[in-house]
Structure formats: C-alpha cells, structure tokens
C-alpha cells in the first residue's frame, strides 16, 4: 500500500460528546481529502453524516460501528476506519517491524458478472516469515481466518484476525491462482522485517551487485543507499535491483530510493482531487549511474510499482518478470486522537508517461518464464540468474562497441 502519514487531533468546537465528535471528525477528513469529490454527491455524502449521528453513539465501538457504516457507500475499500490496534500495527509496519504469520494483503476487484465485492488476496508474503515458509504466494486468495469469511471481515478485519500473540495459532483457508482450495494452519511469531538486502554476485567473470527492497519503510532510504555505495566500493559493473513481492509502504521511502538512481528525471505524477496533476522530479545527480536491471512480479505493488515504473519510463533500466499488481492510488493515515485512525485515498498516481496502472499493472520489457522462483534471490532463482545473464550481455555489448569505436582510425 502505497502511505502517506499524517497525524492529526479531532477538532472541538462541537456540542457533542466525544465519541459522537469522532464520527463528525471522521466526516470532515474524508470530506475535506477523498480524491473522488464526485462521489459525495452520488451517495448523498451530508445525510450519510446526518443518519451516522442519528444512532445510539455512547461509546467508542458505536462511533466506529457508525464511522463504518458512513464509509462504506463509497465503495473505496482503502478508505477506511481503523481500530486503534489496527493503526497501531499499520504504523508499525511502516517503521519496519511486524507481528504475526507475514502475510501481505490487498484486494482485487472480481470480473464481470462475479459480483461487485473485491476478493482479498496475498500481495506477497514476508521473507523468511510463517507464510513464506509455507510456501503461500503472491496471487493467492484468502477465503476464511479461522472459519470467518474474509468477504465479511473486510480487509483490515482480516489482517486484525492474522495478527496475534507469538506462538498462538491461525487456520486460514487458500485458493491458489492455480489450484485446490486447501487449509493451513500458521503459528504466529514476531517477524523481523529486513526491507534492504544486497549481496555480491559473479557471472561470467562480472562483478554485480544484487539488492532486493521487500518493503518501503522508513529504514530503507539509508539501507539503500548504503547498499549502492558499498557496490561503488567494491567496484561493480552493473546492479541488479529485485523488487518482486515489494507490496509498497511508504511514498516518500520510494521517491527517495527512486532519487537516488535518477538524474533530475520525472519520477511519478500524482492526481489530485481538483484534477490538478503535480509532477515529481529526482533531485540533479545520481548515487549510482551504471547499468541496471530491475525485478518485478505480480506482488510488485504501489510505491514499488512508482520506482518500477519511473526505471522503465525514464529508459533508466528494463523490467524483467511478471505484470505487476497494480494498485495506483495513495493513502493517508490520519490519527483520531483516542488511538484509531483513517485511512483515506487522497490522490491517483501515473507514471511520468502519463500511465495509469491501477487495477492494470505495468508489463516488463521481458516476460520471464514460469514458475515464479519461491525463493526470490535465493541460490536456485533462475530470474535472477535470467537478470544476471541480461546484464552480463548489456555490458559486454557496450565493451565492444567501445572497443570499435577505439579501433577506428
């Protein structure tokens, strides 16, 4: 999910008890950011309001109970009230730390004639985590959490039903892409994000530098850098960049990765609510100028879809994999005070060629051969011994053009 964070107070002013200040703010929030203003008059936003306080609210599961029911004609499933344990632990994945079975999930809308709900489904799994262990992956449909319907718990209240205390245990019902319904059940553990990992490679005589991002958190700008800067040390000829299974996080952690590989170019173009498009451009200067292949797959998602697609458009370095996610819109966090929060879609994004990849993706410049490795940069990944040997060849080619060109007379 591609955030923004904005912490923020309800505002007084209001003859009204506090729980019921929290539905009034809420509206205000919505009404004063949501991306789709046009919306408002189609579901008669003011009397949704009207009717959320014409309820019993004296206490704060009422408020949230009316907050919800206000939300829901919207039809924004990302826009949405979160429990005061919910945004807690959506902020935390943000600062880099998670607990539970390390699923990453968002939602799919279904096909014609399939009814209008969105389906829930794995984005990617974290590394090294309970469902990545369990061989879960990117594209799988969750059904049920301990026999509740996904459908009836929503999006959060089924990441809420995931999470839990270390050691406890979760049954969770799957439909693979490809496959049989089946059951699982995961033991819950403390997962320790690491969002940066790089390492160096060797193909073909070539000293390579290979990074994955599995996550935009606030830590990655820095691990990123300091990644680049120790292949520059070590002196490699060309980079890998792995951001298969990177569900996104945080807008402002990728524009600063994508900052640090472009040179004053476009990176992405935000829509706003008023229309408005409001470029964003890499600051004059690159950490690493070299040659570059990127990663990507169907868990590529939102902020990771951003860098992706500024790599490709800018000519920056072509995509090899899997079409990706595709999910364009951006979210703000906003805290309610009393420990909940909101998150609300504020604005639409397009790559700097003007495409909108929500719900569409973006397609590589080389479809890689199926099955997607399980293990992405691991010792067995023939996509990245794929990458590996696409680089090799860019840069062997560029040697020989340098070496006719030396040749003339």
């Known amino acids: 999910m ?28 919505v009404n004063q950011g949501y991306v789709d203003p046009e919306r408002f008059e189609a579901v008669n936003w003011r009397r949704l309001r009207q009717k959320a306080l014409e309820k019993s609210i004296q206490s704060s599961e009422d408020a949230y109970g009316a907050i919800e029911a206000m939300l829901a004609p919207l039809g924004d499933p990302y826009t949405r009230l979160l429990r005061p344990a919910d945004f807690a632990s959506l902020k935390a994945n943000t600062e880099g730390t998670v607990s539970g079975v390390g699923l990453q999930l968002g939602l799919r809308p279904k096909g014609p004639g399939q009814g209008d709900d969105a389906t829930i489904v794995v984005i990617a799994p974290l590394e090294d985590s309970p469902a990545d262990q369990a061989g879960i992956v990117s594209g799988t449909e969750l059904l049920r959490v301990d026999g509740l319907a996904t459908s009836e718990l929503g999006l959060e ?35 320790a994000i690491r969002p940066v990992r790089e390492r160096l490679l060797n193909t073909g005589g070539h000293p390579l530098g290979y990074v994955r991002i599995s996550q935009f958190s606030e830590p990655v700008p820095l691990q990123f850098r300091e990644a680049l800067e120790g292949f520059q040390r070590s002196g490699v000829e060309g980079v890998i960049l792995d951001l298969r299974n ?13 900052d640090d590989l472009l040179d004053g170019q476009p990176i992405v173009a935000t829509v706003g609510r008023d229309g408005l498009i409001s470029p964003q451009q890499a600051n004059p200067g690159t950490l690493y100028a070299g040659p570059l292949v990127t990663l990507v797959n169907g868990g590529t998602a939102s902020a990771s879809e951003i860098l992706a697609g500024a ?10 994999g ?11 966090l906003i805290g309610l005070g009393d420990g909940s929060g909101l998150a609300v879609t504020v604005a639409r994004y397009a790559t700097p060629s003007g495409r909108d990849i929500q719900n569409q993706g973006i397609e590589p410049d080389l479809l890689l051969p199926g099955p997607e490795p399980l293990d992405p940069g691991g010792s067995n990944d023939p996509w990245l011994q794929s990458a590996a040997a696409s680089l090799v060849a860019r840069l062997e080619a560029d040697q020989a053009g340098q070496l006719g060109q030396a040749a003339q007379p």
Request: no cysteine; charged share 25%; hydrophobic share 40%.
């Open 2 to 29: 591609a955030l923004v964070l904005l912490l923020g107070q309800p505002g007084a002013g209001w003859a009204l008890s506090d729980v019921q200040q929290l539905v009034v703010e809420s509206w205000r929030l």
């Open 157 to 191: 209240g089924t990441a809420a039903r995931l999470r839990g205390p270390a050691g406890s245990r979760v049954l969770v019902r799957l439909r693979p892409a490809e496959g049989q319904e089946r059951e699982l059940e995961l033991e819950r553990r403390e997962v």
């Open 246 to 258: 990177n569900s996104g996080g945080l807008v402002t952690a990728g524009l600063a990765s994508a």
């Open 311 to 320: 790599l490709q458009d800018d000519g920056r370095s072509p995509l090899l």
């Open 322 to 332: 899997a079409r990706t996610f595709g999910k364009g819109l951006i979210q703000t």
